[in-house]
T-cell receptor, first 117, second 109 residues
Framework: DTGVSQDPRHKITKRGQNVTFRCDPI?????LYWYRQTLGQGPEFLTY????????KSRLLSDRFSAERPKGSFSTLEIQRTEQGDSAMYLC???????????????FGPGTRLTVL | DAKTTQPPSMDCAEGRAANLPCNHS???????VYWYRQIHSQGPQYIIH???NNETNEMASLIITEDRKSSTLILPHATLRDTAVYYC??????????FGKGTHLIIQP
């Protein structure tokens, strides 16, 4: 399967613990996006990378959240001192930006479902 | 906020064409119309996108009005596996997508 993969698929943690999620994009996709989705809502954009550079961060991305893409391939999203309100599906998507004059299509992974007790 | 308006839910009989409308009256000239769907507990799945012209692929057809203020996604022969939430999104591309609440399409046997 050459699609976007995410690990783990499910994570249960206690309030106050740190958690880290991993996303492996489609090979050679230079853009990588993180979204969060709570029950009954559409996904909400968090941040994205162009290669290893983090180009945009949503105001939803509080100081407890940090994302990295150190070698321009896989990415990690860490949440420190988790709160019950962090319970959500965390989605990763990747895209290949061919030109700044064209659009790129984002392909999503299966998501990581986080439950904070 | 999402720049699109979609009905919250729709029903369609299995085997019939499902026509999902989307209004995007404030769309800019360089914005594309994208459609994704999300089956329960899975990640969104890309369906189709277009700028001005109608588009067709193996999954669906996209009809965009001449003034580009609305569009319709057509699933030609709906099956039970097409039951999902369908999202219509306008974007210039390359940035984060803004999802609304979408249309919950229920295919009835």
């Amino acid at each position: 399967d050459t699609g976007v993969s995410q690990d783990p698929r499910h994570k249960i943690t206690k309030r106050g613990q740190n958690v880290t999620f991993r996303c492996d994009p489609i090979s050679e996709h230079n853009r990588l996006y993180w979204y969060r989705q709570t029950l009954g809502q559409g996904p909400e954009f968090l941040t994205y990378f162009q290669n290893e550079a983090q180009l945009e961060k949503s105001r939803l991305l509080s100081d407890r959240f940090s994302a990295e893409r150190p070698k321009g391939s896989f990415s990690t999203l860490e949440i420190q001192r988790t709160e019950q309100g962090d319970s959500a599906m965390y989605l990763c998507a990747s895209a290949v930006l061919e030109s700044f004059l064209s659009t790129d299509t984002q392909y999503f992974g299966p998501g990581t479902r986080l439950t904070v007790l | 906020d999402a720049k699109t308006t979609q009905p919250p839910s729709m029903d369609c009989a299995e085997g019939r064409a499902a026509n999902l409308p989307c209004n995007h009256s404030t769309i800019s000239g360089n914005e594309y119309v994208y459609w994704y769907r999300q089956i329960h507990s899975q990640g969104p799945q890309y369906i189709i996108h277009g700028l001005k012209n109608n588009e067709t692929n193996e999954m669906a057809s996209l009809i965009i009005t001449e003034d580009r203020k609305s569009s319709t996604l057509i699933l030609p022969h709906a099956t039970l596996r097409d039951t999902a939430v369908y999202y219509c999104i306008v974007t210039v591309g390359a940035d984060g997508l803004t999802f609304g609440k979408g249309t919950h399409l229920i295919i009835q046997p």
